[in-house]
């Protein structure tokens, strides 16, 4: 990046926040350089041919992400903020297009480590086709935020004639997940270093926009897709499974965990279920044409590790259910609270 | 109540202290080896123990473990045999 | 995982499950008149439901969740304690996460962080001990909770402490045994239990000759067991199969792990460091004689309640347990979880009233948990 460099500070003062020449700097040379707006002015001015399509349809959603470490194994908290974004709208069949970032930087943090965040977001929002197209710095005091919070919002078009909606799962219906779980959770757990765990894991942090296309385009009947972030696995079913008052049955065998998850997971006393993810999502596709969207997930590297996991009945609505691994059965709830490691 | 798993240890890391690093299916940590301190301490390395809150608490007996699962075998040829028994018998009365 | 893996076989279980039947079927145990097996250790507990072992064994083999879930059993007068201790400005607490959440009078440990106490949650007392060398200006605390699985962790602690000579390291001791507990529910006149599943932590530290009680002097057969789903049903199958012949001995399931005699080295950390309160409170279960271990003198600057004025140290608190509260009835086997009046209505994992709901591994927790949001279908 050979953008103008005035400037000459390590770390973020409050006098980046003020409105005047130095946030100018801190903007000009770490932000612009690397989002490249198109304009000077205020706002984004946004056209694409998608939107004059009739019956299109404009996907918006928001999201503020906080995570310790701010970078930790396979993202930062710029990857996380784009492809959480991005996927928000892909699970709803809406093509990203553009994205706002608003950073609210604690007084102290190191610039390089600004550059570096930024620089992994303008990175995966290539990856994922969507453009940076409006944003917002703030500086507040030490110990006011930790170290760096950003918020996205995020605009994708929904073609003519796409709806994917809870509501239209049927029974019958095969959940799919298109690779691991507890990734990005057990991952994060293992970097913040209070429980002296090390792992090699790292986060399954992507952007699934190409993903949902590609599966959208093999199965055009795919009912609804959520990705499972917060909550893990569980949350996203139980929240389909209410919306579509119809029961999820799913398979333990059939969960794709790798070894140190579940290595993690017996440690600490955790579900997987629960662990969050970044970069995978549950789709619920009619059962014909179950094997064409795991062909398309699979073809790509976000969805390699494709597979079917279970599917939507008539019985028990609202309610997950999972056959345990010798045939027990067992209900699989909403979290309460977080999860917490434990002893007992 | 106790939660424990086995892990296997797999390096010194302090002779004084006691502590070794143990591996739970990828996963490693620090642990505090005194319980099982039976033997010179490098000769722990690669033993299975079970860990409980970062100390390593018993070691696992590998041949008892062989015994236990020697016997769920048996038992689960007998079930077989004996089931593979009613479903002859079954059919034999269904036939007659 | 080695170890772990091959005590889930499926074709195992269901050889285990046919016998279990057909023992259960010679002894007569049916739905209305079942035989019922208290498994002591919440670590069992959690297990049969999270491996649906509860549906799957012959209708006639009732389990009946133990007192073993030492943060269910925590009285709330020491989770006032706790946060008392933490909410002074000198202290850093620390604490293992199954604590955080457990209501006290005023409020939890987790409410007491959210108003600024400085509250740690760590994996080991290992990661305190570290704390304190670290932080020589502050005082950390750990909170020593847990039965005799957990007791050594914090013994070797302690004698760490005094080698380094850290003397900003302290304890508050909680730790509780699982003997005395189970002769109280063997002398209480309500009692309905045929046999136990014995603790395989525990166990492993103590040795199987504690439990020579049960069977000896109560005529009870006790089998210890390890965590596994085949563990427990084979635990479950040797439990009936004492009850058939008659017998009632301690036996051991999990031998790969439990010594006969326990471990020494454990034991003599155990010995060196704490001696038995001549009584301890229990939630749900009121105070029970020797039922707790608290800090030799020797050890007297590692103990937060000499250091800090709290506890039995500045003379035992009773706080009532709340009003229509049945915890006491479902541990002793009288009832299930679902027929207490305030499960699933004043009483909740959310907003939990009693000492059952509020570990995952208590008993009325986990029938919520895994039986569904009213746990009916556990009760049906």
Same mark, same amino acid.
């Given at each position: 990046m050979n953008a103008p460099r005035r400037l000459r500070d390590t770390r973020v003062t409050l006098s980046h926040g003020g409105g005047g020449r130095a946030m100018r700097d801190l903007i000009d040379s770490v932000f612009a350089t690397a989002f490249q707006p198109q304009t000077a002015e205020d706002q984004a001015r946004l056209s694409h041919p998608a939107l004059s399509d009739p019956g299109a349809r404009l996907a918006l959603t928001t999201d503020s992400f906080v995570v310790t470490p701010l970078e930790f194994p396979g993202g930062d908290i710029g990857k996380l903020a784009i492809c959480g974004t991005v996927n928000d709208l892909a699970v709803g069949g809406a093509r990203p297009l553009w994205l706002s970032a608003a950073f609210i930087i604690e007084e102290g943090t190191e610039i390089d480590l600004l550059r570096r965040i930024v620089a992994t977001m303008a990175q995966e929002a290539a990856r994922a086709g969507v453009q940076i197209v409006t944003g917002d710095t703030k500086v507040v005091g030490r110990g006011a935020a930790d170290g760096l919070f950003v918020t996205t919002t995020g605009v994708g078009v929904i073609p003519p004639g796409r709806n994917l909606a809870a509501d239209l799962i049927r029974p019958g219906d095969v959940a799919i997940v298109n690779g691991v779980l507890g990734d990005h959770g057990a991952t994060i757990l293992a970097a913040r270093g209070d429980l002296a765990l090390s792992t090699d894991l790292v986060s399954d942090c992507q952007s699934l926009g190409h993903l949902m296309e590609a599966v959208i385009a093999a199965a055009p009947g795919t009912r609804a897709a959520r990705d499972a972030t917060r909550g893990g696995l569980a949350s996203a079913l139980n929240e389909m499974a209410a919306a579509a008052a119809l029961g999820i049955e799913i398979d333990e065998d059939a969960l794709p965990l790798r070894d140190e998850v579940r290595g993690m997971c017996e440690i600490l006393g955790l579900d997987p279920l629960y662990l969050a993810n970044e970069g995978t999502l549950v789709a619920f596709v009619p059962e014909a044409q179950a094997p064409a969207a795991l062909a398309a997930m699979r073809a790509r590297p976000e969805g390699r590790g494709a597979v079917a996991i279970g599917r939507a009945v008539a019985a028990h609505p609202g309610q997950v259910r999972m056959r345990t691994v010798f045939g027990g059965s067992r209900i699989v709830d909403m979290l309460v609270g977080e999860q917490l490691p434990r002893i007992c | 109540m106790c939660l424990g798993i086995p892990g296997r240890i797999v390096a010194i890391t302090d002779e004084t202290r006691m502590t070794a690093l143990a591996e739970v299916s990828g996963v490693r940590r620090e642990v505090n080896i005194a319980c099982v301190l039976d033997r010179p301490i490098a000769a722990l390395v690669g033993e299975w123990a079970l860990i409980h809150v970062g100390f390593a608490m018993a070691l696992i007996d590998a041949d008892e473990a062989a015994r236990t699962l020697d016997a769920l075998r048996d038992l689960g040829e007998a079930q077989e045999a004996l089931e593979a028994m009613a479903e002859g018998q079954k059919a034999l009365e269904g036939g007659a | 995982m080695k170890y772990a893996t091959e005590f889930r076989d499926p074709k195992a279980a269901r050889a285990l499950l046919a016998r279990i039947a057909q023992v259960a079927d010679a002894i007569g145990a049916t739905r209305e008149k079942p035989v019922h097996i208290m498994e002591i250790c919440g670590g069992h507990t959690h297990a049969i439901f999270r491996f649906g072992l509860d549906k799957l064994v012959h209708e006639g083999v009732e389990f009946i969740h133990g007192p073993g879930c030492p943060v269910c059993v925590l009285p709330m007068s020491r989770v006032d304690e706790c946060v008392e201790i933490a909410e002074r400005p000198e202290v850093i607490f620390t604490t293992f996460g199954d604590a955080m959440r457990v209501p006290g009078t005023r409020k939890s440990l987790m409410q007491a962080k959210a108003e600024g106490a400085d509250i740690r949650m760590v994996y080991s007392p290992l990661d305190a001990l570290e704390l304190a060398r670290r932080n020589p200006g502050r005082e950390v605390v750990f909170f020593g909770l847990g039965f005799e699985t957990t007791t050594p962790s914090t013994a070797l602690s302690i004698q760490q402490a005094a080698r380094e000579n850290l003397p900003n390291f302290s304890v508050f001791c909680n730790h509780i045994t699982v003997p005395e507990p189970i002769r109280a529910l063997l002398d209480d006149p309500h009692m309905v239990l045929d046999g136990f599943i014995g603790p395989g932590h525990v166990s492993m530290v103590i040795g199987t000759h504690p439990y020579d009680f049960i069977a000896q002097d109560y005529g009870k057969p006790i089998v210890v067991a390890g965590f596994e789903p085949l563990d427990l049903l084979q635990s479950v199958l040797m439990v009936l199969d004492q009850i058939h012949q008659r017998r009632a001995e301690v036996e051991n399931q999990y031998a790969r792990v439990v010594p006969e005699h326990g471990n020494p080295v454990s034991l003599a950390a155990i010995a060196d460091v704490y001696e038995r309160r001549p009584s301890f409170e229990w939630r749900g279960l009121g105070e029970i004689d020797a039922s707790g271990l608290r800090i030799r003198a020797k050890y007297a600057a590692f103990d937060a309640e000499e250091k800090f004025g709290v506890g039995y140290a500045a003379g035992p608190r009773h706080v009532p347990e709340p009003e229509g509260c049945a915890c006491g009835a479902v541990m002793t086997g009288?009832?299930? $979880? *679902?027929?207490?009046?305030?499960? +699933?209505? +004043?009483? *909740? $994992?959310?907003? $939990?009233?009693g000492a059952l709901m509020v570990s995952s591994e208590g008993a009325c927790a986990a029938y919520w948990q895994y039986g569904g949001a009213r746990g009916r279908e556990a009760a049906e």
């Amino acid at each position: 990046m050979n953008a103008p460099r005035r400037l000459r500070d390590t770390r973020v003062t409050l006098s980046h926040g003020g409105g005047g020449r130095a946030m100018r700097d801190l903007i000009d040379s770490v932000f612009a350089t690397a989002f490249q707006p198109q304009t000077a002015e205020d706002q984004a001015r946004l056209s694409h041919p998608a939107l004059s399509d009739p019956g299109a349809r404009l996907a918006l959603t928001t999201d503020s992400f906080v995570v310790t470490p701010l970078e930790f194994p396979g993202g930062d908290i710029g990857k996380l903020a784009i492809c959480g974004t991005v996927n928000d709208l892909a699970v709803g069949g809406a093509r990203p297009l553009w994205l706002s970032a608003a950073f609210i930087i604690e007084e102290g943090t190191e610039i390089d480590l600004l550059r570096r965040i930024v620089a992994t977001m303008a990175q995966e929002a290539a990856r994922a086709g969507v453009q940076i197209v409006t944003g917002d710095t703030k500086v507040v005091g030490r110990g006011a935020a930790d170290g760096l919070f950003v918020t996205t919002t995020g605009v994708g078009v929904i073609p003519p004639g796409r709806n994917l909606a809870a509501d239209l799962i049927r029974p019958g219906d095969v959940a799919i997940v298109n690779g691991v779980l507890g990734d990005h959770g057990a991952t994060i757990l293992a970097a913040r270093g209070d429980l002296a765990l090390s792992t090699d894991l790292v986060s399954d942090c992507q952007s699934l926009g190409h993903l949902m296309e590609a599966v959208i385009a093999a199965a055009p009947g795919t009912r609804a897709a959520r990705d499972a972030t917060r909550g893990g696995l569980a949350s996203a079913l139980n929240e389909m499974a209410a919306a579509a008052a119809l029961g999820i049955e799913i398979d333990e065998d059939a969960l794709p965990l790798r070894d140190e998850v579940r290595g993690m997971c017996e440690i600490l006393g955790l579900d997987p279920l629960y662990l969050a993810n970044e970069g995978t999502l549950v789709a619920f596709v009619p059962e014909a044409q179950a094997p064409a969207a795991l062909a398309a997930m699979r073809a790509r590297p976000e969805g390699r590790g494709a597979v079917a996991i279970g599917r939507a009945v008539a019985a028990h609505p609202g309610q997950v259910r999972m056959r345990t691994v010798f045939g027990g059965s067992r209900i699989v709830d909403m979290l309460v609270g977080e999860q917490l490691p434990r002893i007992c | 109540m106790c939660l424990g798993i086995p892990g296997r240890i797999v390096a010194i890391t302090d002779e004084t202290r006691m502590t070794a690093l143990a591996e739970v299916s990828g996963v490693r940590r620090e642990v505090n080896i005194a319980c099982v301190l039976d033997r010179p301490i490098a000769a722990l390395v690669g033993e299975w123990a079970l860990i409980h809150v970062g100390f390593a608490m018993a070691l696992i007996d590998a041949d008892e473990a062989a015994r236990t699962l020697d016997a769920l075998r048996d038992l689960g040829e007998a079930q077989e045999a004996l089931e593979a028994m009613a479903e002859g018998q079954k059919a034999l009365e269904g036939g007659a | 995982m080695k170890y772990a893996t091959e005590f889930r076989d499926p074709k195992a279980a269901r050889a285990l499950l046919a016998r279990i039947a057909q023992v259960a079927d010679a002894i007569g145990a049916t739905r209305e008149k079942p035989v019922h097996i208290m498994e002591i250790c919440g670590g069992h507990t959690h297990a049969i439901f999270r491996f649906g072992l509860d549906k799957l064994v012959h209708e006639g083999v009732e389990f009946i969740h133990g007192p073993g879930c030492p943060v269910c059993v925590l009285p709330m007068s020491r989770v006032d304690e706790c946060v008392e201790i933490a909410e002074r400005p000198e202290v850093i607490f620390t604490t293992f996460g199954d604590a955080m959440r457990v209501p006290g009078t005023r409020k939890s440990l987790m409410q007491a962080k959210a108003e600024g106490a400085d509250i740690r949650m760590v994996y080991s007392p290992l990661d305190a001990l570290e704390l304190a060398r670290r932080n020589p200006g502050r005082e950390v605390v750990f909170f020593g909770l847990g039965f005799e699985t957990t007791t050594p962790s914090t013994a070797l602690s302690i004698q760490q402490a005094a080698r380094e000579n850290l003397p900003n390291f302290s304890v508050f001791c909680n730790h509780i045994t699982v003997p005395e507990p189970i002769r109280a529910l063997l002398d209480d006149p309500h009692m309905v239990l045929d046999g136990f599943i014995g603790p395989g932590h525990v166990s492993m530290v103590i040795g199987t000759h504690p439990y020579d009680f049960i069977a000896q002097d109560y005529g009870k057969p006790i089998v210890v067991a390890g965590f596994e789903p085949l563990d427990l049903l084979q635990s479950v199958l040797m439990v009936l199969d004492q009850i058939h012949q008659r017998r009632a001995e301690v036996e051991n399931q999990y031998a790969r792990v439990v010594p006969e005699h326990g471990n020494p080295v454990s034991l003599a950390a155990i010995a060196d460091v704490y001696e038995r309160r001549p009584s301890f409170e229990w939630r749900g279960l009121g105070e029970i004689d020797a039922s707790g271990l608290r800090i030799r003198a020797k050890y007297a600057a590692f103990d937060a309640e000499e250091k800090f004025g709290v506890g039995y140290a500045a003379g035992p608190r009773h706080v009532p347990e709340p009003e229509g509260c049945a915890c006491g009835a479902v541990m002793t086997g009288r009832i299930r $979880p *679902t027929a207490c009046p305030q499960f +699933g209505q +004043g009483c *909740t $994992p959310d907003m $939990p009233l009693g000492a059952l709901m509020v570990s995952s591994e208590g008993a009325c927790a986990a029938y919520w948990q895994y039986g569904g949001a009213r746990g009916r279908e556990a009760a049906e």
